[in-house]
């Protein structure tokens, strides 16, 4: 079979992210329709490549390959890419995005970096550093797709990214706790859990007891301060890049759920998904809907 031409091809790369971004993040596959017909793609490419990179954990059994794929990454993102970096679908998909909307390649380097804390099984540090993982995955990723609906201007939303990005985060964080714990992973932070005369052991063992539960709803009141900033912002944030922060019309509905359970790590089911569209089409109207 004859090779595709460039523009087949990388057609395909776009599809291949839509098809990901569907399957494994629902939330960010949702709010991307509510953008503009000729920049959903791109979003598709952005929350694909972050896919790429938040699951680099869960495909590997040891630490040294995640930190080699997430260097391949690094590479690719700074045009030391071997080999041909556009026959990886997301990779040709997100470096086209990169260069027709011109992304700064910083943030998309300092995501794969806070990625890295993923790999080991050390205790978060403290608040602060969480708030800046959370700054460097998830509000990085809504200040780029932010970049991509302003049609080249400055969106002016890096407050409402920083603040929406953490009540995100943090929102799934603690929907994941059970899970986290199964791994050996611990993103409570520590001054959290000494508060409570609390350690890393408390949490990898998934010890229900009340210190851990206070433990869970500072979580919680955290993710609540966060929405509350953000949903402050909203009113005042350029109306083409709503989609960008549409994720983060869930967060009150689930933290809601998740407050009327109390066990420490308790799994409430999620949301049902007919209502967390709805809370975005409603969100949608804060931005103007198309």
Request: aromatic content about 6%.
């Amino acid at each position: 079979m004859a090779p595709l031409p460039p523009t087949a091809s990388l057609a395909a790369s776009f599809a291949h992210c839509e098809d990901m971004v569907r399957q494994g993040d629902k939330d960010r596959w949702l709010a991307a329709l509510f953008a503009p017909a000729d920049r959903r793609a791109d979003l598709m490419a952005l929350h694909a490549f972050n896919l790429e990179i938040a699951s680099v954990r869960e495909r590997i059994s040891d630490p040294l390959p995640g930190e080699v794929r997430l260097q391949w990454w690094r590479d690719v993102l700074n045009g030391e890419g071997r080999g041909d970096v556009m026959a990886h679908p997301v990779a040709g998909a997100l470096l086209d995005v990169i260069g027709r909307h011109n992304l700064p390649i910083k943030p998309l380097v300092d995501l794969i970096d806070a990625r890295v804390f993923d790999l080991y099984d050390d205790p978060m540090p403290s608040t602060a550093d969480l708030e800046g993982y959370c700054g460097d995955t998830s509000a990085a990723l809504m200040q780029l797709a932010a970049l991509i609906l302003a049609e080249g201007d400055d969106p002016r939303t890096a407050d409402l990214a920083g603040h929406a990005g953490l009540a995100y985060a943090v929102t799934g964080l603690v929907r994941s706790f059970a899970l986290h714990a199964s791994r050996g992973q611990v993103f409570i932070p520590a001054d959290m859990l000494a508060a409570e005369g609390l350690g890393r052991d408390d949490v990898v063992t998934g010890r229900d007891s009340p210190a851990m539960r206070r433990v869970r709803g500072a979580m919680i009141a955290l993710a609540h301060r966060h929405q509350g900033a953000a949903a402050a912002l909203v009113g005042s944030a350029d109306r083409r890049t709503g989609a960008a922060f549409l994720p983060l019309a869930t967060v009150a509905p689930r933290l809601t759920r998740l407050a009327r359970h109390q066990a420490a790590f308790a799994t409430p089911p999620d949301v049902p998904q007919w209502r967390l569209q709805w809370a975005m089409w409603r969100w949608s109207g804060r931005f103007g809907r198309s």
